[in-house]
Each structure stands twice: as C-alpha cells, then as structure tokens.
C-alpha cells in the first residue's frame, strides 16, 4: 500500500481531505463465544477468483470465494499503478487469512469456518456498497455465520 506522503500531488490532497464517513447505529450483537462461532472472511482487496468476473464497471458488488481456493486461484483487482501487491504475493493471509483462521479453528478458539468467503473492491464509496452489503448480510445469515473476520486493503 502507498503511503500518502509519497504520493504526488495533486492525488495526496485529494486523499487527505476525503471525509470519513459515518455509520448509525450499533453494528455489534450478542453472541455465542468465539469458540462456537462460525467465521467467515470479508475483504475489501478486491479478491477475485481467476478467469472469473472482475470488479471493472460494478461499483459496490462483492466476488464470493470458496473455501477451497488456493492462493493461485485468486487475483487481486485494485487498478492503482499506486498500490502494493508485495506483500499479497508473498503471503496471500496479508489481504485473506484463510490459513490463520483455518489454524483458529484447529485450536478451537473459534468453532468453525465458513465454507465461503467474499471480498469487496475497496475502492469504491461506502453508499454505493450499502445494498451490496446488505445482500451479504443474507447471504452469510443464511449461511450460519455469525462471525465476520473483516479485512480493510
């Protein structure tokens, strides 16, 4: 990831006067411990699996990722000639920690992990994710997750 000091104007002033945005309400519910949860992944890398679609022209929408995958499954979507992909290539639990998670589970100090994953393109403003994130919500609920791992890239 760039750092914003290193970035040529006029992109640094524009990113250091972008408003963090706000969000009402209580996102945190009760719960089972974490040792009964079931976990699932939720990345804003803009995960994508291999010759499937990729993030070009859909603003907010989300790429489901099978627990299954591999890190040679999955490209990494961010179009910035600014940013980073070091450290996804190395080690691809930077962006998605399958693998730490997969290990949690192993120790019992979360009860299991979902079968799928999903990852957001996090270059995109949070009011054009809002109904895309919703849709998750379902889609995870009717998984049994009741646990999200949150990934911001």
């Known amino acids: 990831m760039a750092k914003l000091g290193r970035l040529p104007e006029p992109l640094r002033a ?34 994508y699996l291999w010759g499937k679609r990729n993030f070009l022209g859909a603003p907010g929408e989300f790429r489901e ?22 450290g996804f290539q190395q080690d691809w639990n930077v962006v998605f920690p399958w693998d730490r998670l997969g290990e949690l589970a192993a120790e019992g100090f979360i009860g299991s992990v979902a079968d799928r994953h999903f990852s957001f393109m996090g270059a995109t403003h949070p009011a054009e994710m809002e109904v895309h994130a919703r849709r998750l919500a379902g889609v995870l609920k009717a998984d049994g997750v009741d646990a999200a791992l949150l990934i911001p890239v």
């Not at 408003?19 to 992944?41: E, K, M, N, T």
């Not at 995958?69 to 992909?85: A, T, Y």
């Open 65 to 86: 990722i099978p627990g299954n995958c591999r890190p040679g499954d999955l490209v990494m979507g961010h179009i910035s000639k600014s940013f980073d992909r070091t």
């Open 14 to 47: 524009h990113l250091a006067a972008l408003d963090c945005p706000s969000f009402p309400g209580q996102p945190w519910v009760a719960g089972p411990g974490l040792g009964r949860r079931r976990v699932a992944i939720v990345s804003t890398a803009g995960l």
